[in-house]
């Protein structure tokens, strides 16, 4: 209570509220197959930073970059996701992390 999010924690918040906005409609009053898809790969992001967080602490960076590896692939699935929703009139869709 009252500690604030570190940076990667909260961009995951930021992650599910854009999510929701993109891919949520107001003529549909379920939410649509795609949300769920990019909330599990939000949740794998959290997943893949604690992994990286607790291999620094230990100091084993062959787990710390495996825990790399697996939250960049989870980042760009999550932005295959959203920017199927992202037309030009709004904006710019992500580019890959690379």
């Known amino acids: 209570p009252g500690r604030v999010p570190s940076p990667i924690f909260d961009s ?3 992650m599910v509220l854009l999510a ?3 891919l949520t409609s107001p003529n549909y009053s379920g939410p649509p ?3 769920f898809v990019a909330r599990y790969y939000v949740n794998e992001v959290a997943f893949a930073a604690s992994e ?3 291999a620094i602490d230990s100091r ?4 710390a970059r495996d825990a790399w590896e697996y939250g960049k692939d989870s980042w760009n699935s999550y ?3 959203v920017n199927r929703a992202i037309v030009p009139k ?3 869709k992500f580019e890959p992390v690379v």
């Open 20 to 22: 929701t906005a993109l």
């Open 60 to 63: 084993d960076i062959n787990r």
């Open 52 to 54: 990286m967080r607790d």
């Open 90 to 92: 709004v904006g710019d």
């Open 79 to 81: 932005y295959a996701v």
């Open 33 to 35: 197959r795609d949300l």
């Open 12 to 14: 995951t918040r930021k």
